[in-house]
């Protein structure tokens, strides 16, 4: 079987002072699911299982039992490139993912030149009550439309959504920062007109300050911006 085959690997490539450190950084994760395999071992391994005439047994085997069996998954769907069945195993493999690192580094190359399809999904993603299919969405709209296929409508898309989640609202900070670095003009006044929740917004500002993309008298007028408790 192929998901005993991939647990043998990972057992090969075990470091257990890794597993230590990510037990600390991925608190929604189990600890007893955690190997503790490097990223990069990880990505290779992922390449190589892609080429596998059973690797779809293994992408329909959900929920996996370990947090390394879910970074296999995101990696070998990161890499596919027919973008109709990529979307759709991502749709599927969403609701299972339960911790920050997946979600991120899962990312298909396949979206940067389907966005119209990416689009349709990323919708749909917005209004799950699942916290890292909300914050995928947030993700993919940060990655793929800031730039050239920016719209001022998906600012407010973001700005509007409330969540408890820790996860989904540093998601949301983190996109507005990033709109600040790109879309300034458009973005600026969203913070201004304080459309986040408090802590968002200064999450937002706090993060775009941070950051190099930022100009020294836009990071001035930012922080004059923050919202006091």
Not at 214 to 220: A, G, Y
């Amino acid at each position: 079987m192929i998901t005993d085959d991939i647990y043998r690997e990972l057992i090969k490539l075990q470091d257990t002072g890794y597993r230590d450190m990510q037990v600390t950084i991925i608190p929604t994760v189990n600890a007893d699911s955690i190997i503790g395999v490097r990223t990069p071992a990880l990505r290779q391994l992922a390449k190589d299982l892609s080429k596998r005439e059973d690797i779809s047994l293994f992408l329909g085997e959900l929920p996996h039992k370990y947090f390394e069996e879910n970074q296999l998954h995101a990696f070998i769907l990161s890499g596919m490139k027919d973008a109709g069945n990529c979307i759709r195993l991502v749709d599927a493999f969403l609701p299972y993912v339960d911790n920050w690192a997946t979600c991120d580094q899962m990312s298909p190359k396949v979206f940067r030149k389907n966005k119209d399809l990416l689009l349709e999904y990323v919708e749909k993603w917005m209004k799950s009550d699942l916290t890292y299919v909300k914050r995928f969405a947030i993700g993919m709209l940060m990655e793929h439309f800031l730039d050239e296929d920016f719209k001022t409508s998906y600012l407010t898309k973001v700005s509007k959504i409330r969540s408890d989640e820790y996860y989904v609202n540093m998601m949301t900070a983190w996109y507005f920062a990033t709109a600040l670095a790109k879309q300034y003009e458009a973005a600026l006044p969203y913070i201004e007109g304080q459309k986040l929740d408090k802590w968002t917004h200064n999450k937002a500002i706090q993060k775009a300050v941070e950051s190099y993309r930022i100009t020294p008298e836009q990071k001035e007028y930012l922080k004059t911006l923050k919202r006091k408790a």
